[in-house]
């Protein structure tokens, strides 16, 4: 089998961002200290989730406009990936915080905020498995993740903004500032950050393909 | 008074310098030990192999996908 062009790239990319952000210099601030690495795999997490997230609600928006099913296995296993991937961010998230803020959890506005994003797409899948009649489901299902992926907004990026957080990088306006990533970090932070989302998505596509051949009646019929 | 001036420039940089230098005196500590002595590359490597394993695992199970679409086809 030959291997698509993105799948080797995420692999290039992936065995990058080990290497060099293992054995290249990285700034040294006190408190996080050697942590301060942890940007490359942590921070990854919850872009590449904003990534599939987005995958996941324009295929929902897809099955609306014309019902068809491939759109709602696409929306659907997109939306299992990112939570996947939100709930390694919170996880990775409260390991750092351990050694650096000095508890696992501290009510930091944006781990709240995080968790409560997730819990919003945790019920989409209480929902999609609650409903019987797959059309029913499909397009019940569809209408929901619009809202759950609206409600990443304030979760993530608006709400924290407003309030002190323990996380770097809110204060001002981030989308201007040139001095949230070290330029050397930079080097290995974005390489890191498309690696790991092309990496969800390769596994994405694994799991279409089996709900596909799982559901192939149905969608012949 | 030109003289005086270029003194006084001369003194200001010799400021500029000494604080720029007390900053670096107070290095952060980071984890050079292990750099030093390279066996961080003992970490680098291990990492690779797992990671190796389970790319192999995914292109594995991504072939077995492609044959069952086949059969089902």
Sequence with gaps: MKLAWWKIL???????????????????????????????????????????????????????RNSNLQYDIISAQYGRTGVLLGILGLTTGAIWAKYTWGAPWSNDIKQILAAVALLIYAAYFVLRSSLDDIDKKARVSAVYNIFAYTMLFPTLFIIPRLYDSLH????????????????????????????????????TTLFIRVQRIKDKNILHA | MLKQGKILLVALFCIFFIQI??????????????????KIYVVVAVILTLFAGLIFYLINLDKKISRIEKDVD
């Design chain 1, 10 to 64: 995420s692999i290039v990319l992936l065995i990058y961002a080990f290497v060099g952000g293992l054995l290249l210099p990285a700034p040294a601030r006190p408190i996080v200290n050697e942590s301060i690495r942890n940007l490359y795999y942590h921070v990854p997490m919850w872009f590449g989730m904003m990534v599939i997230m987005t995958v996941s609600v324009v295929n929902a928006i897809k099955y609306l």
């Design chain 1, 168 to 203: 770097p990088g809110g204060e001002g306006n981030p989308a201007i500032s040139q001095q949230d990533i070290d330029p050397v970090m930079r080097m290995v932070f974005w390489p890191a950050v498309l690696g790991w989302t092309l990496l969800s998505v390769w596994i």
């Design chain 2, 21 to 38: 230098q007390a900053q670096v005196v107070k290095p952060v500590e980071m984890a050079d030990t292990m750099r030093s002595n390279g």
